[in-house]
C-alpha cells in the first residue's frame, strides 16, 4: 500500500515537472515573476494588483503615460492580463504619437503589448469599453500602431498634420 | 531499485537536468532562453541510452516488464522518457552555437558515441567515458571557446580578438557567454551522470539459476 502511494504521488509529481519544462519551452519566461503568473494563469487563479491597475488608469487619463506604463506593469508582472497589456499598448500609442511622425520605439513596444493582450483573450478577440478611448479593439489598436512603423505613400500628405489623436 | 529512487528521485534528477542543460543565460534575444533540445541531439541520446544498455548501466526490463504492476511500469517509461530528454538536452548544451567548432563537435560526438557503444565497455568503463565526453564538451564550448569569444578589456586584448577572429574568417568565436553560463553547464552534466549511475542494473544471476547452469554444462 505504501509502496503504491509512493510510486502514484512519485508519478503525478513527475508528469507535474514534465509539463512544467514543456511550458518553460514554450512561454520562455524571463522572470520568476512572469513563472509564477503563467502558472497560475493556467490553473485560472492569477489576478491582477487591482490599487496598481486604478493607478495606471488614473496617470493614463491624466496623459502621464510613462507613469501609466509603470502602473500598468506592476499591476502585471507575469504579462498575463489582456486588458492590463491593452492599456499599456495604448499608452505607447498615446505617447508615440505625432503629428508629423510618430515615435517608433514606443509604437513597436506597443505592437508587442497588443500582440501579447490579443494572445491572452479569449479567441484573440478583446474589446474594452471605456468611453474615453476612441479604440476599443484590440485589433484597431493593433493596426493604428502597425500604421505608425510602416512607411507609405500617405505619410508624406501634408494634410497629415491635420488628423487627430485616437 | 527502491520505489522513491525509481519514482521520485531518478525523474527529478533527470528532467533538472534537462532544465538546466537547456538554460542559456544572456542569448542575444534575452536575458535568458530556454533552448529544447534539437531533433539531432535526440538521435545522439538514443546512442547514449543504448550504450547504457549494452554496457549493463541500464537493464530496461527493470523498469519496464509484463510482470510488474501498471504503476510501476508507468514510473519506468517515466524514467526512461526523461533520461532520453536528459540525454538529449545535455548534448545540445555541449554543442557549440555556430560554425566550425559546431561542425566539428556534431561530427566527433556521434564518432565517439558509436565507438563507445561497439567497444562494449562494462557499467564502469562506460560512465568513464560519458564523463570524458560530457567533460570535454563543457571545457571546449565553456572554457576554451567562450575565452576566445569573450569581449576583450583591453586594446591589446580588442586587437588580438580581431586578429583571430579575421584569420579564422568568424568561423571560431561564439556569442559572449556569461560566466553562469558554465556553473549551469557544469551542473546539468553532473546531475545526468549521478542520475545514470543510479539507474538500475540487470541483476545478478542467482545462485539457483547458476547452479542449473553448472548441472545443465
Known amino acids: 500500500m505504501k509502496e503504491a502511494i509512493v510510486r502514484g504521488s512519485g508519478l503525478v509529481a513527475s508528469l507535474a515537472y514534465g509539463a512544467l519544462v514543456l511550458w518553460i519551452y514554450t512561454n520562455q519566461p524571463q522572470t520568476i515573476a512572469q513563472v509564477s503568473g503563467g502558472l497560475t494563469s493556467m490553473v485560472g487563479v492569477y489576478a491582477i494588483d487591482q490599487p496598481s491597475f486604478d493607478d495606471g488608469l488614473r496617470f493614463f487619463r491624466g496623459d502621464q503615460f510613462p507613469e501609466a506604463r509603470a502602473a500598468f506593469a506592476r ?12 492599456y499599456i499598448a495604448y499608452a505607447c500609442y498615446r505617447q508615440g504619437w505625432g503629428r508629423l511622425y510618430s515615435d517608433d520605439t514606443l509604437f513597436k513596444d506597443g505592437l508587442a503589448a497588443v500582440d501579447r493582450a490579443i494572445a491572452l483573450a479569449p479567441n484573440g478577440r478583446l474589446v474594452v469599453d471605456d468611453p474615453n478611448l476612441q479604440m476599443h479593439s484590440a485589433d484597431e489598436l493593433r493596426a493604428e500602431l502597425q500604421r505608425g512603423v510602416t512607411v507609405e505613400a500617405s505619410d508624406f500628405n501634408p494634410l497629415r498634420v491635420f488628423r487627430k489623436r485616437k | 531499485m527502491s520505489p522513491v529512487r525509481e519514482a521520485i528521485v531518478l525523474p527529478l ?6 532544465l538546466l542543460a537547456s538554460a542559456q543565460p544572456g542569448t542575444p534575444l534575452a536575458p535568458l532562453a530556454f533552448i529544447p533540445p534539437s531533433p539531432y541531439s535526440l538521435v545522439l541520446a538514443t546512442l547514449v541510452v543504448a550504450a547504457l544498455v549494452r554496457s549493463g548501466a541500464l537493464d530496461p526490463a527493470r523498469l519496464m516488464h509484463g510482470s510488474r504492476p501498471i504503476l510501476a511500469n508507468a514510473n519506468g517509461a517515466v524514467v526512461l522518457a526523461s533520461l532520453l530528454a536528459a540525454a538529449a538536452a545535455v548534448l545540445s548544451m555541449i554543442t557549440p552555437e555556430s560554425g566550425l567548432p559546431r561542425f566539428f563537435v556534431a561530427l566527433f560526438l556521434p564518432v565517439l558515441l558509436i565507438n563507445t557503444l561497439v567497444a562494449g565497455p562494462d557499467r564502469v568503463r562506460l560512465l568513464r567515458s560519458l564523463a570524458v565526453i560530457l567533460g570535454a564538451g563543457v571545457v571546449i564550448k565553456f572554457v576554451i571557446l567562450a575565452g576566445l569569444s569573450e569581449p576583450a578589456t583591453s586594446a591589446t586584448g580588442r586587437v588580438l580578438v580581431a586578429l583571430f577572429d579575421a584569420a579564422t574568417f568568424g568561423a571560431i568565436a561564439q556569442h559572449p557567454q556569461p560566466g553562469s553560463a558554465g556553473y549551469l553547464a557544469v551542473a546539468s552534466a553532473a546531475l545526468f551522470l549521478a542520475a545514470a549511475a543510479l539507474l538500475p542494473p540487470p541483476r545478478p544471476p542467482s545462485t539457483t539459476a547458476l547452479a542449473m547452469h553448472r548441472v545443465e554444462a
Open chain 1, 75 to 86: 499591476a502585471d508582472r507575469a504579462e498575463r492580463d489582456a486588458r492590463t497589456q491593452f
Open chain 2, 13 to 18: 534528477m533527470l528532467l533538472t537536468a534537462a
